[in-house]
């Protein structure tokens, strides 16, 4: 062999090193693997169980044929075969308990203690009970898979109190199950999906009592259901997202209080209403947000019978109606109602006879507009034209009245103005017929006045010192009595008097308490007034110390409906509407000016006592 050059000589010795040095660890490696083999557990079984089925066919295919196929073990002859495959058993036995068997008797059988989120728990499988910390109480007993709480199992607080028991799955409560309150009673018995209640299942109580039974989807009332109150059904019928809806009826003991709507909790749609004392129908309607509203009949608590049938809004007579004594059945009235109070044109009827008084227009319960008034037990007529505030004030220039009781527009009587200056012509004490709702103040006689109080030096109506006195103080100021208004936490009585210029609301609460006098006409009260603008209240009472958003109220809208009257006008106002409240401050007293919507007009003056 020829070397041309030194590096030729080292790549040979190279590769003749590479090749000695495979020869000689030949044997090491290949003892190795078969080492390998010999103690691979997979290979070992494979070796054993291809031995087992060779003596199988063996055993199967004869006994032994001579002495050669026994040994001799003490006095007895052992087959070969036997003990070959006793010897394999104990082999494979072993083998087949830790792969097959011990799992099983390992899961249902055997119970591992592990701390939560320990990592013993990555990965494990079995029975185990999960302690807080080393030592610690209890959490959780039954299976985990894979290192997840799932299976069967039962949930402890840390005061160890059984919190849960049933199924789960990834440590979540899915599928049947059971909550307990503290005490150990059953809080929650039915199906779980994601740890909410899904499904059928029932609420209970602490004390054990029925709580709730029925559907529920995200954990919450939905679907058909049964409410419970103190053991009792309260409401049977359907829910959505954990409220009462769609069809369903509301119990008082065994009684049905109501049957129909519902949407949001509250009653809605169509429905009927009984009264939970003697289970009568007291209304049968739609319904708004748990308030009569749209069309519907209203009856009588005490005796069942109809008291009205029409038009409601918010809870009050609203729209097209006819309203019913409760004990006769005979009409009362029939037309037009607004914040439950005539409006509108209408007729009203004798209570006792059931004939008609008064046919024409009305204002918020006045007789307001062209109207007839007659003699219910005669049917002639006994006044008729124009009215306002109750009060007929214009004569219909006609020789004589249309039977069907429809006026001509009546001309407007001499000196009859906006402000009320006290140049209008005061209608006769005979002009005003029986039947009229809530007649206003009856004019003083000739020369007579009505306020006899405290006046500026202008000679006007003082409020601010009227406001100073007591309620009964106040009424003693004047002569005439006043219209009373009974509300559900206060009573309004009314002054007023075109020809004085007086129109003034006395408010007092339940206890008769003076709260304050309302000034609605166009009388000055330390140079304001109302129908004046923010820019003309504050010139005359200076900046407002506050304003503040408020609702106009029943109080402030029997006093705004008399400054409608007063100066012939309409507002689309209601008790419910938003207002805005400014507060003075001035040397003469504590004055507030309501305004409503966008307008800048004042509509009311407020005085406080």
């Known amino acids: 062999m020829r070397f041309t ?11 003749s090193s590479q090749r000695l040095t495979r020869i000689l660890t030949v044997p090491v490696t290949n003892g190795y693997r078969k080492v390998r083999r010999a103690l691979n557990p997979n290979g070992f079984t494979t070796r054993v169980m291809a031995d087992v089925r060779t003596g199988s066919k063996e055993l199967i295919n004869g006994k032994p044929q001579s002495l050669k196929d026994y040994f001799l073990f003490g006095n007895y002859y052992i087959a070969k075969k036997l003990a070959f495959i006793i010897a394999v058993l104990i082999l494979v036995l072993p083998v087949l308990y830790l792969k097959f068997l011990h799992p099983v008797i390992r899961s249902n059988f055997l119970t591992a203690t592990m701390v939560v989120n320990s990592a013993e728990m990555v990965g494990y499988s079995g029975k185990v009970q999960l302690l807080s910390n080393s030592g610690g109480p209890v959490l959780y007993r039954g299976p985990l898979a894979d290192g997840r709480i799932t299976g069967q199992g039962k949930l402890y607080d840390y005061e160890g109190n059984l919190a849960y028991q049933g199924a789960f799955l990834m440590e979540q409560y899915e599928g049947s199950g059971q909550t307990f309150w503290p005490g ?13 209640y899904e499904g059928r299942g029932t609420l209970y109580n602490e004390d054990g009592s029925l709580l709730y039974e029925g559907s529920f989807a995200a954990g919450l009332y939905d679907g058909e259901g049964i409410l419970y109150q103190n053991g009792s059904v309260l409401y049977r019928g359907g829910f959505k997202a954990g409220q009462m809806a769609g069809e369903g009826k509301l119990y008082s003991g065994s009684l049905v209080v109501y049957e129909g ?11 009927r209403e009984y009264d939970p004392v003697a289970g009568r129908l007291i209304y049968d309607g739609a319904y708004v947000a748990g308030k009569y509203e749209g069309q519907g009949r209203q009856f009588d608590a005490a005796s069942g019978m109809l008291t009205y ?27 037009g109602f607004r914040a439950g109070r005539h409006d509108g044109e209408g007729v009203e009827y004798d209570p006792a006879l059931g004939a008609v008084i008064y046919r024409g227009g009305f204002l918020l319960g006045f007789y307001h507009g062209a109207g007839i008034q007659y003699d219910p037990a005669t049917g002639f007529v006994t006044a008729a034209g124009q009215y306002r505030n109750g009060q007929l004030v214009v004569l219909p220039e006609v020789d004589s009245l ?51 109080g405290p006046k500026t030096a202008a000679g006007g109506i003082d409020y601010t010192a009227l406001a ?12 005439a009595q006043p219209n009373s208004w009974s509300l559900s936490d206060s009573n309004v009585l009314i002054y007023a008097d075109q020809t004085e210029g ?30 004046s603008s923010r820019a003309q209240l504050n010139a005359a009472l200076g900046a407002p110390a506050d304003a503040v958003q408020e609702i106009m109220g029943e109080g402030r809208m029997i006093s705004i409906s008399q400054s409608n009257r007063y100066f012939g006008r309409l507002t689309n106002l209601s008790p419910e509407s938003k207002v805005t409240v400014y507060t003075y401050q001035t040397g003469a007293g504590t004055i507030r000016a309501v305004f409503a919507g966008s307008t800048d007009q004042c509509l009311l003056l407020e005085i406080l006592p």
């Open 184 to 196: 150990g009673k059953t809080r929650y018995a039915g199906s779980f999906a994601g740890n909410r």
């Open 309 to 335: 049938e029409g038009g409601f809004y918010q809870g009050s007579y609203e729209g097209a109606g006819k309203s019913y004594d409760p004990q006769t059945q005979l009409p009362l009235y029939e037309g």
């Open 468 to 479: 100073k006195m007591t309620a009964a103080q106040m009424q003693a100021q004047f002569s």
């Open 5 to 15: 050059n030194e590096t030729g000589l080292i790549q040979v010795l190279k590769y």
């Open 502 to 531: 007086i129109g003034l609301a006395l408010r007092t609460d339940s206890s008769g308490k003076a709260v304050s006098l309302d000034v609605w006409n166009d009388a000055a009260v330390a140079g304001a007034k109302a129908g």
């Open 402 to 452: 249309p039977e069907d009781g429809v006026l001509p527009p009546a001309a407007a009587a001499e000196g009859d103005n906006e402000g009320g200056s006290g140049e209008e012509e005061k209608p006769s004490q005979e002009s005003a017929g029986p039947g009229q709702a809530q007649p206003e103040n009856p004019p003083a006689e000739s020369g007579g006045r009505i306020y006899q």
């Open 261 to 271: 709507g519902f949407a949001a909790g509250a009653f809605g749609g169509a429905g």
